[in-house]
């Protein structure tokens, strides 16, 4: 959250760009979207590097620090903000009134390069609540990618995949048959993993199954 907050100030304040202002149509927060799910990559590593499994509950964990990022990179470029005077902005107004004059005076950027500019005016609130929303959307899409991920609930461990392979049956007794020899054999055995790895030719130009497999450890 901390890299991603400095990332993002930092950059206004050398470019005047704010990654997290790009939108698609003005209405996709693309760069919201991906600021949030930044901001929330710290519980994802976490997540991971323990082995936890986040209940339903975290879900508001996820998407409000994806959301507290967005108010912390204003408030950190507020902090930075420094005046053609030589005046820092903190020193003369507060936050409140920093971040009223900052949403009623935006101005976006269209077309390729950004050479077309046009003033926001009053709908910077508008672009800043679907800024937000961008950023509650990264928080969810964090912790939806986290939860589908494999994992053994019985040794409480996420698995990484090892493996894939695709085959192609004639008829559904193939399918049957293969699968009934795979699993005869014990997971850790040498004949599990030959017959695991084998792949199946496509048989014709239709083939009436295709199995694709992974293989998690």
């Known amino acids: ?54 209940a339903r509950w975290m879900l508001l964990a996820f998407v409000g620090l994806a959301a507290m990022t967005n108010l912390a990179i204003y408030y950190c470029e507020y902090l930075m903000l420094v005046l053609p005077n030589g005046e820092r902005a903190s020193e003369i107004v507060g936050f409140a009134e920093y971040l009223n004059i900052y949403l009623s005076n935006q101005t976006l950027r269209v077309g390729r390069g950004g050479t077309a ?60 048959v293969y699968f009934g020899q795979l699993f005869s054999h014990a997971y850790d055995s040498a004949e599990f993993g030959r017959i695991a790895a084998s792949g199946t030719p496509k048989v014709g130009k239709t083939p009436a199954w295709f199995v694709s497999s992974r293989l998690h450890s």
């Open 1 to 54: 959250m901390a890299a991603t907050i400095a990332l993002v100030a930092i950059l206004q304040n050398a470019t005047g760009f704010n990654l997290f202002s790009l939108t698609i149509l003005f209405v996709i927060p693309a760069g919201a979207i991906i600021c949030g799910m930044a901001g929330a990559s710290g519980f994802y590593i976490a997540c991971h590097q323990t082995h936890f499994h986040p």
């Open 117 to 176: 500019q046009i003033d926001a005016g009053s709908w910077g609130y508008w672009l800043a609540a679907i800024h937000f929303i961008g950023f509650v959307a990264g928080g969810w899409l964090v912790y939806d990618h986290l939860k589908r991920s494999v994992g053994c609930f019985d040794c409480g461990q996420y698995l990484r995949r090892r493996g894939k392979r695709e085959r192609y049956f004639a008829t559904d007794e193939d399918v049957n």
